[in-house]
């Protein structure tokens, strides 16, 4: 009787060490990756945050005007920062895919195997919003500098629909990047943006249409 007590509290505790032995290799496979990861991490993050101060890259990117615009997007003022938050966070991820891998956890790893290949494709897209920002802010400043220097009225108004269509396009090649292609908003937004455009054409034509008289009869005099 005593004996049958003993097997009964036994063979749970002995199912339960088997188990636990049994899962220790990839236990260990699993938390010395992760504790890799986090060393490689940490250490790519430091070394792309020296190379870039090295390159004094904050400095030249705020010169251009990308430090503002990250501080407008509540990304903090230093790209030298967010590129070494990307870097951490990207080997991170692939560690984590990597010890899920060794512990069978298929759901896991699948998701973050997806986030993984999808990180590319959403630095890009950020990229591309990043220059298409720039650009705009660049080609509205030169149409307000030479507004004003050949006193034009509506330069401002002028910069200020250019550097929305700017933006416009750069939004729709960052949603095709990131592979989201909505038809509907696509569509949409082409016509407005073409709109735009052809209302300021016109606006340019009506505003220089004296202009346009004055050159046209004296090219018609001088073949005259």
């Known amino acids: 009787m005593s004996n049958d007590w ?24 699993a938390f010395l990756l992760l504790l890799a990861g986090m060393l490689l ?5 430091v070394a792309v945050e020296t190379v870039l101060t090295k390159i004094r890259l904050d400095d030249h990117t705020s ?11 509540g990304l903090g003022r230093s790209p030298t920062a967010v590129a070494a938050f990307v870097v951490y966070w990207f080997l991170i991820v692939v560690f984590v895919v990597s010890a ?9 790893s699948d998701l973050l195997e997806r986030f993984a290949a999808f990180l590319p494709a959403l630095v890009s897209a950020v990229l591309i919003v990043f220059g ?12 307000i500098n030479a507004s004003e220097a050949n006193a034009i009225r509506g330069g401002r108004a002028v ?34 943006l073409g709109s735009l455009g ?3 054409a016109i606006a340019f034509g009506l505003g220089a249409k004296d202009l346009a008289g004055e050159m046209l ?6 073949r005259r």
């Open 6 to 29: 003993a097997r009964l509290f036994a063979e749970p505790l002995l199912t339960a060490g088997q188990r636990i032995s049994g899962a220790l290799p990839a236990l260990s496979a």
């Open 100 to 108: 899920a891998n060794a512990l069978n956890m298929t759901a896991v």
């Open 159 to 192: 910069a200020a629909s250019v550097y929305t269509i700017v933006v416009g396009y750069s939004a729709l090649a960052a949603l095709e990047q990131i592979g989201a292609r909505p038809a509907l908003v696509t569509s949409t937004a082409q016509i407005l």
């Open 63 to 73: 010169r251009a005007g990308l430090n503002e615009l990250l501080a407008r997007l």
């Open 41 to 45: 991490a940490r250490f790519f993050r």
């Open 198 to 200: 052809l209302a300021l």
């Open 217 to 222: 009869r004296d090219v018609l005099k001088r």
């Open 132 to 143: 298409g920002l720039l650009f705009a802010r660049l080609i509205s400043q030169i149409l």
